[in-house]
């Protein structure tokens, strides 16, 4: 006889209901979630857990809820086949509650990628609809968005069945994400709070010309209605998947028999989780026999044939100690919470972004709180919280710049706020040198923040040319400052002589054209060959280019053309050469053509990017982590658990003599 549920836990379960219900809706309709994972999944498991004890309450409850209802911006369509979603386990014990209850053990292991599900319709292996979870039901039409998306073929290849609903994840790579929080807060647009957060909300346009501008990515994991089947395996459709076109998470997947196989998946890929580009949130396991996930089933809203066994939260309570104000290269003013330091996912965090003053307004952080700070991979850290109030003083965010005293404004619809000296702020000037002798730039060794700080304090350094001629004007002066000797100076003016000559793709990001990172400077020097071809790049043609968007294409031409810019780019050219680049595509027939090679340790006669960049020319795939369809490990000096790994799977092992071999034999 089923339990009768009081007045409290009636209480409890309603309230519980509603806040599912708005933070569902903040999350799926809004792209703006108002609580952590951690919090919702709390909640969630409480909800879940009243049901099963007083099961009355189950029916319209949490058990039963997928999603959100679709938003009314768009139009709607029903799934046919219903898009579920996953239950979730959070540790050992419960994953092996359900494991235990399987008639065959055979597992197929996937990552969980935390990014927005959808689902794309092929019909005659033409992609005719593409629509979001939405309610589970019912989902949005985004098909002219999924269009835009390159990981979603537009049309099928091989043999396919004559119709096939593809389900996936979109996300947004950790870099990507960096970049466009970066260039949203450099124009004084608002920043997103984590990558799927950017991903959905980049998804979700009405206008797809504006998902175009996003760096989307997206997996495949599983279908819909089709009309055929001709996989008996989970591991087999993935085959299919990519023989049709679409990316999967193959590399990192595992095969289990027993807990065991299952933890031992667990443990490596948390070991390996701020080496993934992408943020997960968990792995899915998933009986790897079709037939058998068929007979399963499902419950009202997930299947019973997989299961989602979450990581924990990288997160952590500490003291809130003071709120600095940064200023960036462009002018714009980031506060920065300064922390009690303390442990996140085995790295010591004592710093994290507080994004703008918006954001400092919305979770009503002050001195002296104790805050939940969040460390996700490679993401800079943040606050997502107030733990504890300190009964500190609200922030009063600086009217005029920390670093020289200008005046700040905040821009008509904008968040952020800016310096608005320009010229005259050393805060900028920093930035921008600091970002064109960087790694990626002209990769100038010794000149770092604190000797540019120097320099430019004593006006040695005002414009990129002038590193140049540095030593040659004040090495005798250079050599009297803390820190600088002979040698300190000998080497600093090596490093400068031989950052002399430097490739077109290079230049192209250290001289700091808004919207323009890494890869959209190799897409230039790769389309345009020369630098001259790159500054007189007609608007219309530089549109023209895949992947370069019209908002990019507008700042790369405003930046050649803007008369200040154009003076002190001839005044650099005066002292550097800028190699040609190769306009060739890779080579699809060389000796390296679809070899998947991951890199590792230290090289002696490359940096790690020219290595990459030298692979990719020669046909190869160049990945960043280990797995059983690795064709090549390219091992330097001091390689270490990637090695091992590539030698335990009996993956081929290069030096830098089979690579330079590869190079003369291309």
């Not at 039409?141 to 979603?152: F, K, M, Q, S, W």
């Not at 770092?448 to 030593?471: C, H, M, S, Y």
């Not at 991951?598 to 990459?612: F, H, N, Q």
Request: glycine residues 8%; contains cysteine; proline residues 3%.
């Amino acid at each position: 006889m089923s339990k009768t549920p009081d007045l409290l836990v009636r209480g409890e379960h309603a309230e519980l209901l509603k806040q599912l219900q708005e933070w569902d809706i903040a999350y799926h309709q809004n792209d703006a979630p108002v609580v952590d994972d951690a919090t919702y999944d709390a909640a969630k498991k409480r909800a879940l857990a009243i049901e099963t004890e007083y099961p009355e309450l189950a029916a319209g409850g949490a058990s039963t809820h997928v999603g959100a209802a679709v938003s009314a911006k768009f139009k709607s369509h029903p799934h046919s086949v219903p898009m579920l979603s996953i239950s979730d386990v959070f540790d050992e014990k419960e994953v092996a509650e359900w494991f235990d209850k399987l008639a065959d053990k055979h597992l197929f292991i996937e990552l969980k990628v935390d990014g927005v599900s959808y689902s794309a319709r092929y019909e005659k292996g033409v992609l005719v609809r593409g629509l979001t979870r939405g309610s589970g039901t019912m989902g949005e039409v985004i098909t002219e968005n999924l269009r835009t998306i390159a990981d979603i073929p537009q049309k099928l290849s091989g043999e396919f069945p004559d119709v096939i609903e593809i389900r996936g994840e979109v996300y947004m790579t950790r870099a990507d994400f960096i970049a466009l929080n970066q260039a949203a807060a450099e124009k004084g647009e608002k920043v997103f709070a984590n990558p799927r957060n950017a991903a959905a909300g980049s998804l979700r346009q009405l206008n797809p010309a504006v998902t175009a501008t996003r760096r989307l990515s997206a997996f495949a994991y599983t279908y819909g209605e089709l009309s055929s089947r001709d996989w008996a395996t989970q591991s087999e459709f993935f085959d299919r998947l990519e023989s049709w076109g679409f990316k999967t998470t193959r590399q990192w997947a595992h095969a289990a028999q027993n807990m065991d196989d299952v933890q031992h998946a667990y443990n490596e890929i948390m070991m390996m989780r701020a080496e993934i580009p992408f943020d997960i949130d968990g792995l899915v396991l998933k009986v790897n026999d079709v037939a058998l996930q068929e007979k399963m089933g499902s419950r009202a809203n997930s299947p019973r044939w997989e299961v989602a066994y979450k990581f924990p939260a990288a997160r952590a309570i500490t003291a809130l100690n003071a709120i600095t104000v940064q200023v960036g290269r462009t002018g714009v003013l980031t506060p920065v919470a300064e922390l009690e330091p303390i442990n996140i996912g085995g790295v010591l965090v004592s710093r994290a972004t507080l994004h703008n003053a918006d954001e400092i307004e919305r979770l009503n952080v002050r001195v002296g709180d104790r805050v939940t700070v969040q460390r996700a991979g490679d993401v800079i850290p943040q606050i997502v919280g107030v733990a504890e109030s300190g009964g500190g003083a609200k922030f009063e965010f600086p009217e005029t710049c920390p670093v020289c005293g200008g005046a700040v404004v905040r821009e008509a619809g904008a968040v952020a706020r800016r310096c608005v000296n320009t010229l005259g702020c050393p805060a900028q000037r920093i930035g921008e040198l600091e970002h064109f002798v960087s790694r990626h730039g002209f990769d100038i060794d010794g000149l770092g923040i604190k000797q540019l700080e120097q320099f430019i304090a004593r006006g040695w350094i005002e414009t990129p040319a002038d590193i140049f001629t540095l030593v040659s004007r004040h090495g005798d002066e250079i050599k009297k400052l803390d820190g600088f000797g002979d040698k300190s100076v000998a080497n600093l003016n090596n490093a400068i002589e031989r950052a002399r000559n430097i490739d077109l793709n290079r230049f192209i990001y250290a001289i700091g054209i808004p919207e323009v990172g890494q890869a959209t400077a190799k897409i230039l020097a790769r389309a345009f060959g020369s630098l001259d071809a790159v500054r007189g790049a007609p608007i219309w043609k530089l549109k023209q280019i895949d992947g370069i968007g019209d908002v990019m294409a507008d700042e790369i031409s405003s930046f050649f053309n803007d008369e200040h810019n154009t003076a002190v780019l001839n005044n650099l050219l005066d002292q550097v050469h800028v190699r040609d680049a190769e306009t060739a595509p890779a080579d699809a027939d060389g000796v390296l053509a679809g070899k998947k090679i991951v890199l590792t340790g230290t090289l002696g006669k490359y940096t790690r990017d020219e290595a990459k960049e030298i692979l990719e020319r020669m046909g190869a795939k160049v990945q960043g982590s280990v797995s059983a369809k690795t064709d090549i490990v390219l091992a330097g000096a001091d390689a270490g658990s990637k090695l091992a790994k590539a030698q335990e799977l009996g993956i081929t092992i290069w030096g830098e003599d089979d690579l330079e071999r590869a190079v003369a034999g291309a």
